[in-house]
């Protein structure tokens, strides 16, 4: 059961490889940049990068264990202002003619950068478009699994879509996990006002550690980011146990934010909820992501959010999908 890829660029052409690991010519430029819609096969079910926008985050401040040196050991995932790329998104899961969606991305909004904040400019808004690109209406999708609650994995769940006043999803169920829903009062510390969690509420539904909530997609506890944040785990063979030839993919959310942390696990982000238990969890992630016939989802990974980690002489690292 081969995997494959394929992106799709501004013009709408598509290039797909079988299972190829990118070459390090073109790896450098694509951790400067935001991803375009990308496409990974696992047999019958097909995964799909929708994105939505981007955002430029400060290296130190989103990383406050790490100084300019550290960074100046890094420069090939800086863009040319000496910021970190952060693509912003969600994630298709199609089978069988269903659809599921992971995450929802920030909506369609522009913020500039803040003096002394960890986070650069943020623009978004393309989620709808980038579905439409690969076929797909809102009302195709049956429901929006939520990885935790942060703005910009949220937005399109609650803002309205410019012009109508309706919401996209509003006839989805939003799968939560239960530590996160019942610990809702921390997303509003980290800026998910009220209003945004009153939006959501109708529609919200509880999933346990464990629980199959889609065709071959089985939710798992990620602890530490936030009080219940989740990750997705996705099979090819419809069973949501990853068995069929050992064919996963694991859509981790923001247990890592940047493919450095692949190697150094350690450093955890500012929002960290729980930084020690994010970075015990984020050990656990890279050494499971290194399993035969593991793939790894990094929805904020510039323009490599699919990829595997294999050992280098200097420890484990990000490689990326071509495409």
């Not at 579905?131 to 209406?137: D, E, H, Y």
């Given at each position: 059961?081969?995997?494959?890829?394929?992106?799709?660029?501004?013009?709408?052409?598509?290039?797909?490889?079988?299972?190829?690991?990118?070459?390090?010519?073109?790896?450098?430029?694509?951790?400067?940049?935001?991803?375009?819609?990308?496409?990974?096969?696992?047999?019958?079910?097909?995964?799909?990068?929708?994105?939505?926008?981007?955002?430029?985050?400060?290296p130190?401040?989103?990383?406050?264990?790490?100084?300019?040196?550290?960074?100046?050991?890094?420069?090939?995932?800086?863009?040319?202002?000496?910021h970190?790329?952060?693509?912003?998104?969600?994630?298709?899961?199609e089978?069988?003619?269903?659809?599921?969606l992971?995450?929802?991305?920030f909506?369609?909004?522009a913020?500039?950068?803040?003096?002394?904040?960890?986070?650069?400019e943020?623009?978004?808004?393309?989620l709808?478009?980038?579905?439409?690109?690969?076929?797909?209406?809102?009302?195709?999708?049956?429901?929006?699994a939520?990885?935790h609650?942060?703005?910009?994995h949220?937005?399109?769940?609650?803002?309205?879509?410019?012009?109508?006043?309706?919401?996209?999803?509003?006839?989805a169920?939003?799968?939560?996990?239960?530590?996160?829903?019942?610990?809702?009062?921390?997303?509003?510390?980290?800026?998910?006002?009220g209003?945004?969690?009153?939006?959501?509420?109708?529609?919200?539904?509880t999933?346990?550690d464990?629980?199959?909530?889609?065709p071959?997609?089985?939710?798992?506890?990620?602890?530490?980011?936030?009080?219940g944040?989740?990750?997705?785990?996705?099979?090819?063979?419809?069973?949501?146990?990853?068995?069929?030839?050992?064919?996963?993919?694991?859509?981790?959310?923001?247990a890592?934010?940047?493919?450095?942390?692949?190697?150094?696990?350690e450093?955890?982000?500012?929002?960290?909820?729980?930084r020690?238990?994010?970075?015990?969890?984020?050990?656990r992630?890279v050494?499971?992501?290194?399993e035969?016939g593991?793939?790894?989802?990094?929805?904020?990974?510039?323009?490599?959010?699919?990829?595997?980690?294999?050992?280098?002489?200097?420890?484990?690292?990000?490689?990326?999908?071509?495409?």
């Amino acid at each position: 059961m081969a995997e494959s890829t394929e992106s799709t660029g501004s013009a709408g052409s598509t290039v797909s490889a079988e299972g190829a690991p990118a070459g390090a010519s073109g790896r450098g430029e694509r951790l400067r940049r935001p991803s375009g819609i990308r496409t990974l096969r696992l047999g019958r079910t097909k995964v799909t990068y929708v994105p939505d926008g981007a955002a430029q985050l400060v290296p130190t401040g989103w990383f406050p264990d790490t100084t300019d040196e550290v960074w100046a050991e890094h420069p090939e995932y800086l863009d040319d202002s000496g910021h970190l790329v952060a693509s912003i998104g969600g994630l298709l899961v199609e089978r069988d003619g269903r659809a599921l969606l992971i995450d929802t991305g920030f909506g369609p909004q522009a913020f500039p950068a803040q003096p002394g904040s960890p986070i650069g400019e943020i623009r978004a808004g393309a989620l709808l478009d980038s579905l439409a690109a690969v076929g797909r209406r809102p009302e195709d999708i049956e429901a929006v699994a939520i990885t935790h609650l942060h703005i910009d994995h949220v937005g399109w769940a609650w803002h309205p879509v410019p012009g109508t006043g309706r919401l996209a999803f509003a006839h989805a169920d939003h799968l939560l996990t239960g530590p996160e829903w019942e610990q809702r009062h921390l997303a509003e510390a980290s800026g998910v006002t009220g209003e945004v969690l009153a939006a959501i509420e109708p529609r919200v539904r509880t999933v346990a550690d464990g629980e199959e909530v889609f065709p071959g997609v089985r939710v798992v506890y990620a602890l530490g980011h936030t009080a219940g944040h989740a990750m997705y785990v996705v099979s090819g063979d419809g069973t949501g146990d990853g068995s069929a030839g050992g064919r996963r993919l694991i859509a981790f959310g923001d247990a890592m934010h940047s493919p450095v942390q692949v190697g150094r696990p350690e450093w955890s982000a500012a929002p960290d909820h729980d930084r020690e238990l994010s970075a015990a969890f984020r050990r656990r992630l890279v050494a499971e992501l290194e399993e035969p016939g593991t793939i790894g989802f990094g929805g904020h990974f510039a323009d490599v959010v699919f990829g595997r980690v294999r050992r280098s002489g200097d420890g484990p690292v990000w490689q990326p999908y071509a495409g």
